[in-house]
């Protein structure tokens, strides 16, 4: 009998984790793609203007994930604020903001509603 009772006490925790996926998850940072791109100017076309850097954040997660706050090279002024990206929607799938940046960066440290996610540049 008792082993009948730990058979189904571990099938409904295994249930109730894979209900749960997000809890399960949570230990992991959130996952992005961050790459820098430098854009067309009207001044240069068509080359492109080394001397503007854009930091694009696309996001892998598969359910919504809201943006809190970015941070470049640990200057939180090294972002162009006038631009109308915002972090008030959260982000879906495949989507990408996109951000003016007046630094070269070298550290991104993105801050979510589930972890920081830190990237590296080179």
Not at 53 to 71: D, G, H, K, M
Not at 74 to 95: A, H, V, W
Not at 110 to 117: K, M
């Amino acid at each position: 009998m008792l082993r009948y009772f730990l058979i189904l006490a571990a099938a409904a925790g295994v249930i109730y984790a894979a209900q749960h996926t997000n809890m399960a998850m949570s230990s992991e940072e959130p996952s992005f793609k961050v790459w820098i791109d430098q854009p067309f100017s009207a001044v240069t076309r068509p080359r492109r203007d080394p001397d503007i850097n854009v930091l694009n954040v696309q996001s892998r997660e598969e359910a919504p994930i809201r943006v809190a706050r970015l941070l470049i090279n640990g200057d939180p002024g090294c972002i162009n604020r006038d631009q109308p990206q915002s972090f008030e929607q959260p982000m879906k799938l495949g989507q990408t903001l996109k951000y003016t940046l007046l630094c070269d960066p070298v550290k991104v440290v993105i801050t979510t509603d589930r972890g920081e996610a830190v990237y590296q540049f080179n």
